[in-house]
């Protein structure tokens, strides 16, 4: 047997923390690859967040899909954030957006580079991925495929396990350090092939999937971001900006401020760790949320801002609700507001 046989051949597979990248991982593994796992925190993933922080969600099982899928295949898993870097596939994706704002193909791109620069300095050999052609309809499909091997510079060092048959023959295949003929012609969006591999391996209890981990996927959460960047004139967001999207009730009765009106007693909690940043108000005659303002008000927004906030008390039938306005700069004022009926609050206040 020759050196180059003999040596163990290693490679790093991106895991989503979803059926098929566990199952590709696994697949590879199969074939004595030394296999590590590597997944990039964008500050979009959606699992464990509002989950995380809503009461009503507290019985829910809670897990991060990724290590829990480390886990069950006995890798080592490289969580690796890239929120600052990944700003620019968000604000100016070279391929644009799919149905809501998720830049799918340049994410993709920027996923299997920036694995490429990790296996370069980890002297592993090639990329895993759990794509599937034709189960996405930006991403993957059998000619974007190429683009993102070509524009990532992984070339041929980019392998999917998943649908291998259905494309051409990478290095990792031609030099015989994976065997071709174990590898899988899956296509499309039937997931019964999945299914039955994941039984085969005994793999269960794993994620399903939900239109992906992405809140730039969500219809909902798009539109609060595609408001964030109109009412501010500038494409642009922090961490902060991003993580209270998915926080609460947005509304926005007029053009220069918006409330986040926590729903329940867990985002109450998580909204007053911005008490500091933004005016804020509560009710404090009757039990009720905290409420941020964003933007600038005056006297007469405040007010409303005030009756609105009173509306979603339990004191949204009474003639008057008390509310506190906390200025982090100006100080506390009370002001005595008529909750607004429900029929005031048009659905066109809602981001």
């Given at each position: ?62 897990r991060n ?156 959460y798009a ?120 029929s005031d ?7």
């Amino acid at each position: 047997m020759t050196q180059q046989r003999a040596q163990q051949r290693k490679a790093v597979a991106l895991i989503s923390g979803g059926l098929d990248s566990m199952l590709a991982a696994k697949v590879i593994m199969e074939q004595q690859i030394h296999v590590e796992g590597i997944n990039f925190y964008t500050g979009f993933c959606v699992e464990g967040h509002t989950h995380a922080i809503r009461k009503k969600d507290k019985k829910k099982n809670k897990r991060n899909n990724a290590l829990w899928v480390a886990e069950q295949l006995g890798i080592k898993l490289n969580i690796i954030d890239v929120i600052d870097d990944y700003k620019d596939v968000v604000l100016n994706p070279t391929y644009g957006y799919g149905h809501n704002l998720n830049p799918c193909l340049d994410c993709k791109i920027f996923m299997v580079n920036h694995a490429l620069a990790w296996m370069e300095e980890h002297d592993f050999d090639f990329i895993i991925t759990g794509e599937v052609v034709g189960q996405r309809p930006m991403s993957q499909r059998k000619d974007t495929m190429p683009i993102i091997a070509r524009k990532s510079h992984a070339d041929d060092r980019l392998l999917r396990p998943l649908c291998a048959k259905n494309l051409p023959p990478t290095l990792p295949e031609n030099e015989g350090w994976v065997n071709r003929d174990l590898l899988l012609d899956f296509q499309g969006r039937n997931r019964k092939p999945q299914i039955a591999l994941a039984e085969h391996f005994g793999f269960s209890e794993y994620a399903q999937p939900a239109g992906g981990c992405c809140f730039l996927t969500d219809e909902s959460y798009a539109s609060k971001l595609s408001d964030l960047w109109e009412t501010r004139g500038e494409r642009s967001y922090e961490l902060d900006d991003i993580m209270l999207l998915k926080v609460g009730r947005h509304l926005r009765p007029l053009p220069h401020f918006k409330l986040i009106v926590a729903r329940e007693e867990g985002e109450n909690h998580y909204l007053e760790g911005y008490r500091h940043q933004y005016v804020h108000l509560q009710p404090i005659s009757h039990k009720g949320p905290l409420a941020l303002l964003d933007g600038q008000a005056d006297a007469g927004d405040l007010e409303l801002a005030a009756s609105i906030v009173a509306r979603f008390s339990q004191g949204k039938r009474a003639e008057q609700v008390v509310v506190e306005v906390v200025d982090p700069r100006a100080g506390i004022t009370s002001l005595k507001v008529a909750p607004l009926a429900a029929s005031d609050i048009p659905d066109s206040w809602y981001v």
